[in-house]
């Protein structure tokens, strides 16, 4: 045992001991192949503690839904109300992890496309040094030159699922919920991703209930457990994964305005609605279909 993974021994069974102190009905620890970890129960719930090491040190996830009750009081016990708020993300990034997230969710045009990374330690002080984060705090011309960047050093550690609005508008009314499509599209990319390396551990841009992803790997198949956070582009993969995301939506918008000789706008403001309103009355409805996402309100304004 090298030093790291005493360490996060040390630490687990420190978090253990506390715990069981406090009452808490606290499982035995368990070794995986980058971690320790145990699980917390109650009458309604469980939880799960998480140490895991690595070359980059220890690492410390609370997984479990951080709506119920349970979760809540481990998490202000053992870290504080805001436990991934405030532990420096540089502490809560896994030594090797798939990432993943969405783009084109919110906009009534264009594509909803998922991208998943597979990130590592290696990768960590370059997607720093060129300013890798939330793409939603990056403007258009910075996200396509940040996702070239980006691929260019994973090589083949990504994977992008576009959901062109044809195919979109089909697949929404087969699952009849948009998280439900997401939890597909999520799980598509992840699959995608686990065929070119197998990896422990999945964290996911959270979009609704867990469910919606982890139905797809149950059974035994898959060795993989998956943290849907809030807000989940802390981590350097997920934010990664929304940079390339967001370039694939932001170039068909490119691509789609020049072709049609139309700005064609993001969003589902009026704006939308007056561009869409233009390309129904000047190419038809039928055309328009392939442009939007059909179940946004946008579409029954145009009636």
Request: hydrophobic fraction near 40%; charged fraction near 25%.
């Amino acid at each position: 045992m090298n030093k790291v993974e005493s360490e996060a021994l040390k630490i687990i069974k420190n978090y253990s001991a506390d715990l069981i102190r406090k009452k808490f009905s606290v499982f035995d620890i368990e070794r995986n192949k980058y971690n320790y970890e145990f699980v917390i129960k109650d009458i309604h719930d469980k939880v799960k503690l998480l140490v895991y090491f690595g070359k980059k040190g220890t690492k410390t996830l609370l997984q479990g839904n951080s709506e119920n009750k349970l979760y809540k009081e481990i998490n202000d016990y053992l870290f504080g109300s805001n436990l991934l708020a405030q532990v420096n993300e540089i502490e809560l990034e896994p030594a090797e992890y798939i990432g993943t997230d969405e783009s084109g969710k919110g906009d009534y045009f264009g594509p909803l496309v998922v991208c998943g990374v597979i990130m590592n330690a290696s990768h960590v002080d370059y997607f720093r040094q060129i300013g890798v984060k939330d793409s939603k705090l990056i403007d258009d011309l910075s996200i396509l030159i940040l996702a070239d960047k980006i691929k260019n050093v994973l090589g083949n550690e990504f994977s992008v699922l576009k959901i062109k609005p044809l195919k979109y508008n089909e697949l929404q009314q087969q699952f009849g919920n948009v998280n439900k499509l997401l939890g597909w599209a999520h799980s598509q990319v992840i699959k995608n991703l686990l065929q070119i390396q197998k990896v422990e551990t999945i964290i996911c841009d959270k979009f609704g209930k867990p469910e919606h992803i982890d139905k797809y790997f149950t059974g035994g198949e898959y060795e993989t457990k998956i943290f849907q956070y809030t807000k989940a582009e802390r981590f350097l993969g997920v934010a990664a994964a929304s940079i390339i995301a967001r370039s694939e939506v932001v170039n068909w918008f490119r691509l789609a305005s020049e072709k049609l000789q139309c700005e064609i706008p993001l969003g589902a403001s009026e704006s939308v609605d007056r561009t869409a309103s233009h390309l129904k009355k000047t190419y038809g409805s039928e055309f328009l279909s392939k442009l939007v996402k059909l179940h946004f309100k946008n579409s029954s304004k145009l009636k």
